[in-house]
């Protein structure tokens, strides 16, 4: 819950890494939501949201190699 709000795993959505069952080893590794995930709702911390280039997520494959990245505060 961010400011009164339920984030929810939806398309574009940017959280934390984890164990499935170690709560505390979310360290250094995130994802980005490219669907609706539903069963990780509750389970996994939201801290962003992707808010240019989703057009440009949905082309990740597995294996691809992030070169630069700009955090907007």
């Keep these: 819950e961010m ?3 339920k984030l929810k795993h939806e398309d ?3 959280g ?3 164990f499935p069952d170690d709560y505390d080893s979310a360290k250094t590794q995130f994802y980005i ?3 609706h995930l539903p069963a990780m ?3 996994y911390t939201l801290f962003g949201k992707v808010i240019e280039g989703l057009d440009i997520v ?3 494959k ?3 190699v992030i070169k630069t990245i700009k955090v907007v505060e």
Excluded: P, S, T, Y
């Design 12 to 14: 574009g959505m940017v």
């Design 58 to 60: 949905h082309k990740i």
């Design 16 to 18: 934390m890494a984890r």
């Design 41 to 43: 709702n509750g389970e």
């Design 62 to 64: 597995k294996g691809d």
């Design 3 to 5: 400011f009164g709000v």
């Design 33 to 35: 939501c490219k669907q």
